[in-house]
Protein backbone atom coordinates (compact mmCIF):
# COMPACT_ATOMS: atom_id res chain seq x y z
CA UNK A 1 0.00 0.00 0.00
CA UNK A 2 1.32 3.22 -0.83
CA UNK A 3 0.60 6.65 1.55
CA UNK A 4 0.08 9.36 0.01
CA UNK A 5 0.79 12.55 2.02
CA UNK A 6 -0.68 15.59 -0.84
CA UNK A 7 -2.15 15.93 -3.28
CA UNK A 8 -2.30 19.56 -4.58
CA UNK A 9 -4.59 20.25 -7.95
CA UNK A 10 -4.67 23.79 -8.67
CA UNK A 11 -5.39 25.81 -12.23
CA UNK A 12 -3.02 28.21 -12.23
CA UNK A 13 -2.67 31.18 -14.73
CA UNK A 14 0.28 31.92 -16.79
CA UNK A 15 1.05 35.09 -19.12
CA UNK A 16 1.10 34.06 -22.70
CA UNK A 17 2.56 36.42 -25.92
CA UNK A 18 1.68 36.06 -29.59
CA UNK A 19 4.33 38.23 -31.76
CA UNK A 20 3.92 38.88 -35.08
CA UNK A 21 5.56 40.64 -37.73
CA UNK A 22 6.48 40.85 -41.53
CA UNK A 23 9.51 39.78 -43.05
CA UNK A 24 10.23 40.03 -47.05
CA UNK A 25 11.32 36.86 -47.66
CA UNK A 26 12.30 34.64 -51.11
CA UNK A 27 9.00 32.47 -51.00
CA UNK A 28 9.54 30.27 -53.94
CA UNK A 29 13.27 29.47 -52.43
CA UNK A 30 11.69 28.10 -49.48
CA UNK A 31 8.82 26.48 -51.41
CA UNK A 32 11.17 24.62 -53.62
CA UNK A 33 12.89 23.60 -50.37
CA UNK A 34 9.74 22.24 -48.94
CA UNK A 35 8.93 20.30 -52.09
CA UNK A 36 12.35 18.49 -52.56
CA UNK A 37 12.38 17.97 -48.57
CA UNK A 38 9.21 16.41 -49.06
CA UNK A 39 10.03 13.97 -51.45
CA UNK A 40 13.06 12.68 -49.80
CA UNK A 41 12.14 11.91 -45.86
CA UNK A 42 8.85 13.06 -44.30
CA UNK A 43 5.95 12.96 -41.84
CA UNK A 44 2.92 13.32 -44.05
CA UNK A 45 -0.08 12.54 -42.14
CA UNK A 46 2.08 11.17 -38.65
CA UNK A 47 1.83 14.02 -36.27
CA UNK A 48 -0.54 16.52 -35.51
CA UNK A 49 -0.45 17.98 -39.32
CA UNK A 50 -3.15 16.07 -41.08
CA UNK A 51 -1.09 16.78 -44.26
CA UNK A 52 2.26 17.00 -45.70
CA UNK A 53 5.39 17.48 -43.58
CA UNK A 54 9.16 17.45 -44.28
CA UNK A 55 11.26 15.95 -41.27
CA UNK A 56 11.54 17.77 -37.85
CA UNK A 57 15.41 19.13 -38.92
CA UNK A 58 14.80 20.10 -42.70
CA UNK A 59 15.63 23.61 -42.08
CA UNK A 60 17.56 23.38 -38.78
CA UNK A 61 20.72 23.88 -41.36
CA UNK A 62 19.31 26.00 -43.85
CA UNK A 63 21.28 29.35 -44.21
CA UNK A 64 18.53 31.37 -45.44
CA UNK A 65 16.28 30.29 -43.32
CA UNK A 66 18.63 31.06 -39.90
CA UNK A 67 18.89 34.41 -41.80
CA UNK A 68 15.31 34.96 -41.43
CA UNK A 69 14.85 34.05 -37.99
CA UNK A 70 17.94 36.16 -36.89
CA UNK A 71 16.24 39.39 -38.62
CA UNK A 72 12.70 38.35 -37.36
CA UNK A 73 14.01 38.40 -33.60
CA UNK A 74 16.38 41.80 -34.47
CA UNK A 75 12.80 43.06 -34.62
CA UNK A 76 10.91 41.23 -31.81
CA UNK A 77 13.85 41.93 -29.39
CA UNK A 78 12.80 45.54 -30.19
CA UNK A 79 9.73 45.25 -27.74
CA UNK A 80 10.23 41.72 -26.05
CA UNK A 81 12.85 40.07 -24.05
CA UNK A 82 14.01 36.71 -25.31
CA UNK A 83 16.18 34.09 -23.29
CA UNK A 84 19.27 32.22 -24.98
CA UNK A 85 18.00 29.98 -27.03
CA UNK A 86 18.76 27.35 -29.75
CA UNK A 87 16.93 26.05 -32.46
CA UNK A 88 15.60 22.62 -31.82
CA UNK A 89 13.42 22.15 -34.81
CA UNK A 90 12.27 23.62 -37.76
CA UNK A 91 10.08 21.62 -40.75
CA UNK A 92 8.31 22.53 -43.64
CA UNK A 93 4.34 22.14 -44.04
CA UNK A 94 2.32 21.76 -46.93
CA UNK A 95 -1.39 21.68 -46.32
CA UNK A 96 -3.83 20.77 -49.25
CA UNK A 97 -7.22 20.93 -49.30
CA UNK A 98 -9.11 19.06 -47.20
CA UNK A 99 -5.79 19.06 -44.73
CA UNK A 100 -5.63 20.35 -41.18
CA UNK A 101 -3.81 20.56 -38.05
CA UNK A 102 -5.48 19.13 -34.81
CA UNK A 103 -4.88 21.11 -31.30
CA UNK A 104 -1.98 20.42 -30.19
CA UNK A 105 1.30 22.67 -28.25
CA UNK A 106 4.66 22.41 -28.03
CA UNK A 107 5.28 22.99 -24.52
CA UNK A 108 8.67 20.89 -24.32
CA UNK A 109 9.92 23.95 -26.26
CA UNK A 110 10.93 27.32 -24.56
CA UNK A 111 9.62 29.09 -27.43
CA UNK A 112 7.53 28.33 -30.86
CA UNK A 113 6.82 30.13 -34.14
CA UNK A 114 5.93 29.97 -37.75
CA UNK A 115 6.59 31.66 -40.81
CA UNK A 116 4.15 31.36 -43.87
CA UNK A 117 5.13 31.39 -47.17
CA UNK A 118 1.98 32.35 -49.00
CA UNK A 119 -1.30 34.07 -48.46
CA UNK A 120 -4.41 31.73 -47.57
CA UNK A 121 -7.49 31.62 -46.06
CA UNK A 122 -6.43 28.64 -43.47
CA UNK A 123 -6.42 30.67 -40.27
CA UNK A 124 -4.31 29.37 -37.29
CA UNK A 125 -6.44 29.29 -33.99
CA UNK A 126 -5.56 30.04 -31.03
CA UNK A 127 -8.31 28.73 -28.84
CA UNK A 128 -6.91 29.98 -25.45
CA UNK A 129 -6.81 33.34 -26.29
CA UNK A 130 -9.74 33.20 -28.46
CA UNK A 131 -7.54 34.96 -31.61
CA UNK A 132 -7.31 33.71 -35.29
CA UNK A 133 -4.50 34.57 -37.31
CA UNK A 134 -4.70 34.80 -41.34
CA UNK A 135 -1.32 33.60 -42.95
CA UNK A 136 0.25 36.03 -45.42
CA UNK A 137 3.31 35.55 -46.82
CA UNK A 138 5.97 36.69 -44.98
CA UNK A 139 4.19 36.83 -41.21
CA UNK A 140 6.49 35.46 -38.73
CA UNK A 141 4.88 34.40 -35.53
CA UNK A 142 6.40 33.56 -32.59
CA UNK A 143 4.42 32.18 -29.25
CA UNK A 144 4.13 30.90 -25.94
CA UNK A 145 5.42 27.30 -26.72
CA UNK A 146 2.42 25.35 -24.20
CA UNK A 147 -0.26 27.48 -26.11
CA UNK A 148 -2.46 24.73 -27.97
CA UNK A 149 -3.19 25.86 -31.44
CA UNK A 150 -4.91 24.28 -34.42
CA UNK A 151 -6.34 24.83 -37.92
CA UNK A 152 -9.37 23.61 -39.53
CA UNK A 153 -9.60 22.01 -42.56
CA UNK A 154 -8.75 24.10 -45.33
CA UNK A 155 -11.57 24.58 -48.27
CA UNK A 156 -8.78 25.98 -50.84
CA UNK A 157 -7.82 24.66 -53.95
CA UNK A 158 -4.34 26.49 -52.74
CA UNK A 159 -2.25 24.44 -50.42
CA UNK A 160 -0.57 26.30 -47.62
CA UNK A 161 3.19 26.36 -47.42
CA UNK A 162 4.70 27.42 -43.93
CA UNK A 163 7.83 26.73 -41.89
CA UNK A 164 7.31 25.96 -38.13
CA UNK A 165 10.29 25.89 -35.44
CA UNK A 166 11.13 25.18 -31.78
CA UNK A 167 13.46 26.90 -29.53
CA UNK A 168 14.94 24.97 -26.67
CA UNK A 169 16.31 27.12 -23.85
CA UNK A 170 20.42 27.10 -24.09
CA UNK A 171 21.78 26.00 -20.83
CA UNK A 172 26.01 26.32 -20.38
CA UNK A 173 27.04 22.49 -19.62
CA UNK A 174 29.98 23.16 -17.31
CA UNK A 175 30.96 20.17 -15.56
CA UNK A 176 33.02 20.62 -12.33
Not at 75 to 101: H, M, Q, R, V
Amino acid sequence: MIAVNKIIEKELLRKAFLYEIQLEIDDKYFIDEIEKSLAIKNLHYRTNVKGKMTAWDAFCKNEKFLQLLHRGFQDIIKFATIPKINLDSAWGLKIEKDDYTSRHNHHTATLSGILYLNDVDQELIFPDLKINVKPKKGSFLLFSPWLDHMTDINRSEEAKYAIAFNFKEFKDKTWS
